[in-house]
């Protein structure tokens, strides 16, 4: 018998309500929080990602473990050229290392790897 209804999960970052609006914007969700916490929501509520604070942040090293990743978000786009541009465009950076063909893995504004995948 299952004890939640629908996953979050908490990313740590040295900006939350920086990181919040990146991601907010990317998938079109809602953001709301104050300080060092802040979540996104879409617009029926039912998942959520929330973004909280850390001091002395260090950002995960991709493809390297060095520090490692740790975790990732695989976000399914239609379109993985026009994904990379809202991408880029909102601040994200593309990682040098591709190993793939249907997706494409970038860096958020934080540092933490995420793939815009072909749904």
């Not at 300080?35 to 029926?44: H, V």
């Not at 809202?86 to 990682?95: N, P």
């Not at 860096?107 to 995420?114: I, K, S, V």
């Amino acid at each position: 018998m299952a004890i939640a209804r629908y996953p979050s999960v908490v990313i740590d970052c040295p900006n939350a309500p920086a990181l919040a609006a990146f991601y907010g914007e990317l998938l079109g969700w809602d953001v709301k929080g104050e300080t060092d916490w802040f979540e996104i929501r879409p617009s029926d509520g039912n998942n959520c990602i929330a973004f909280q604070q850390v001091e002395s942040y260090h950002a995960p090293e991709w493809p390297g473990q060095t520090v490692p990743q740790q975790m990732h978000l695989d976000l399914m786009v239609e379109d993985l050229d026009k994904g990379e541009e809202v991408a880029l465009s909102l601040g994200a950076s593309k990682a040098e290392h591709q190993p793939g063909t249907t997706f494409r893995v970038f860096l958020d504004p934080a540092g933490h790897p995420f793939c815009l995948c072909l749904s």
